[in-house]
């Protein structure tokens, strides 16, 4: 199932993967402050030739469980939520702009090129009621929790 990404706040059209670097004694010591910051926001570089991660809060309320993620600077085409399963994978990218890479930089610390997020939904999720929605960098993910079937007795027969 592919879901499209609207502006609006409409409804959109039809495993964490949380990393933590090794640790290499002397190695860690020279490039873990570099190893961790990899790790943590993705490789980057002008080029847009590696990933980043957007950061995400994830909460839930009394209805929904609610993902927000970081993507500023990322075109609304450029957004495409994918749910396989109970995995859902949020992928966006950000280019780096043309006339900024004709530019003589001394730093650059924007993350540009595909980021990726994979989330393993609850067994309680409504895969049919996912809305998202974007604003002001932020994409909000917002999936309905399945009335709770309600419990009964069961006979033994003997």
């Known amino acids: 199932m592919v879901i499209r990404v ?6 959109p059209e039809s495993s964490d993967t949380s990393y933590s670097p090794p640790n290499f ?8 402050d570099y190893l961790n ?17 957007p950061s995400v809060d994830i909460y ?3 209805r929904d469980l609610v993902i927000k993620a970081d993507i500023p600077g990322v075109d609304e085409k450029e957004i495409d939520l994918k749910l396989e399963g109970n995995i859902l994978t949020i992928s966006a990218y950000r280019e780096f ?15 540009y090129g595909r980021a ?4 393993r939904l609850p067994e309680t999720a409504d895969q049919d009621k996912i809305n998202a929605s974007y604003k002001n960098g932020v994409l909000k ?5 399945k009335p709770e079937a309600a419990s009964r007795s069961i006979k033994v027969n003997t």
Do not use: C, H, M, P
């Not at 910051?37 to 991660?53: D, H, I, S, Y």
């Not at 003589?104 to 993350?111: D, L, P």
């Open 141 to 145: 993910v917002t999936i309905s929790s």
């Open 116 to 119: 990726s997020r994979s989330f």
């Open 60 to 62: 839930e309320n009394e």
């Open 6 to 11: 609207s502006s609006s706040g409409r409804k």
């Open 37 to 53: 910051q990899l790790a943590n926001r993705g490789g980057r570089t002008a080029q847009g030739q590696e990933n980043w991660l």
């Open 25 to 32: 004694g002397l190695f860690d010591k020279v490039f873990g």
């Open 97 to 111: 702009d043309g006339e900024d890479a004709k530019r003589n930089f001394y730093q650059v610390e924007g993350s």
